[in-house]
C-alpha cells in the first residue's frame, strides 16, 4: 500500500517521521504549532510541502533538483517553517493532491527545451539548433547530464581547448571509464596539467560547478551540428572499400601525391579482401562463412587463388577439414570465374565482416602504426 493509500484510508503510520504525540494536544503539543483541519485554508505552498514531505518519508524518490532554484529555496522554507497536521488534514491534501493528478490527461514538457527533449530524434539536429539559438534557451535541469550524453570527441576539443581548472572539472564530472579515455586520448603535457588540476577541485563551491556546467552545455549546445556522422577519412574509406580494386588503388595513389597524410589515414580505414589474414583471428572465419551462400563464397576463393592465394589458404585453413576439402572440390569443377563476378564475391564477403564488426559479434585486429 503506498503513502497516498494509506492517507486516503485514514490509517496513519507513525513512519512518516511524526511523533503520534502530534496528534492529541492532551500531550502537551501546542495548537500554535499545529496546523489544524478547520478551518483555516492552507496555501498551495503549504500542500506542496506537506505532499513532498510524505511521499520522501515513505522512501519515494523525487527529482526536486529539476525545479528551479527559487522554487527550491521556497520548498525548503515551507518545510522548515510547518509543524505539526493532523490526519484530517493530511487526508484533504492528499485527496486533493490526488484528485488533481487523476484529471491530467496528458503533461507538456515546459519551456522550449523541454519541447526540444521531448522532440529528440524526430527533429533534425540542425533545427534543434537552430530553435535554440533564436530563442537563446538555457538549459534546463542538471547541466551536467546533458553534458554527459555528448559526443566524446565533442568533449575532447573541449578539454584540448578550454583552461585546466575547467576541464578538470569536466573531467570530474563524467563517468570514470570515460574520463578514463579521453584523458588517455589528451597529449602527455596536456594531460598531466589536467590531472593535477582535479587534485585542487576538492574546494570549488556548488554552485561554481554548476555554473561551469551551465556554462559548458550552452556553449556546447550552441554549436553547428554536423552535416555527417562520421569524418572524411572513414567516409572516403568506406566508399573506396566498396569500390573495385583498379578504382581503389588509382584514387589511393592519387591520394598519395596530393596529401600524404591523409592517404595513409585513409588506407588504414580501408578493409578488403586481401586484408583477411592480417586483421581476422582465424576462430572468426566460421563466423563469417555460415552465412555466406557457398557458392558466393567458391566464386571469391576462385578469384583470389590468382592474386590472393594467402587468403584463400587462410580462410580454407580455418575451416573445419572436412568443409575445406568439400570447397576445393568445387573451385576445381566450377574452373575460372569471371573478373566482375569475383569482384562483387570478394566485396560480399567483406561486408558481411563490416556488418559482424558493427554488430560487436567479431573485432578486427588493429593495424600497428609504422615507424
Known sequence: MTALDIAKTDIMS???????????????????????????????????????????????VLSLQDLPEALQTELIH?????????????????????SEIEDIGLAFPNGIEGALTVLDGAISPATA??????????????????????????????????????????????????AADLLGRLPGPRARKVAYAVSQTGSIAPDVVEKIGRSLADQLGTRPPKAFDDGPVERVGAILNASPAIT????????DQDDTAF??????????????????????VPKITKDIDQALLVTALIAGTEALEPVVDFILGAMSKRLAEQIREEMSER?????????????????????????????????????
Not at 90 to 97: C, G, H, P, R, T
Not at 149 to 166: G, H, M, Q, R, Y
Not at 267 to 282: V, Y
Open 78 to 98: 515551507q518545510i522548515s517553517v510547518m509543524r505539526y497536521i493532523d490526519r484530517a488534514t493530511l487526508k484533504a491534501v492528499v485527496d486533493e493532491f490526488v
Open 263 to 284: 592517404a595513409s589515414a585513409v588506407r588504414k580505414a580501408i578493409f578488403t579482401f586481401a586484408d583477411i589474414p592480417g586483421r581476422i583471428e582465424p576462430t572468426d
Open 335 to 371: 574452373g575460372k570465374v569471371k573478373a566482375k563476378d569475383g569482384e562483387a564475391a570478394m566485396a560480399a564477403i567483406v561486408a558481411q565482416i563490416r556488418e559482424l564488426e558493427a554488430l560487436g559479434e567479431i573485432s578486427l585486429i588493429e593495424v600497428e602504426e609504422e615507424d
Open 248 to 255: 581503389r588503388d588509382d584514387v589511393l595513389d592519387g591520394l
Open 129 to 178: 539548433a537552430r530553435v535554440r539559438k533564436l530563442a537563446g534557451v538555457n538549459l534546463c535541469g542538471d547541466p551536467w547530464e546533458t553534458i554527459a550524453k555528448l559526443d566524446p570527441e565533442l568533449l575532447l576539443s573541449t578539454l584540448e581547448e578550454e583552461s585546466v581548472e575547467i576541464s578538470a572539472v569536466l573531467l570530474s564530472k563524467l563517468k570514470v571509464s570515460v
Open 14 to 60: 507513525p513512519d512518516i517521521g511524526m511523533s503520534h504525540n502530534c496528534f492529541e494536544p492532551s500531550k502537551g503539543v501546542s495548537d500554535a504549532v499545529r496546523i489544524p483541519s478547520s478551518p483555516i485554508p492552507l496555501s498551495r505552498k503549504q500542500k506542496a510541502a506537506i505532499i513532498v514531505r510524505l511521499l520522501l518519508a515513505e522512501g519515494a
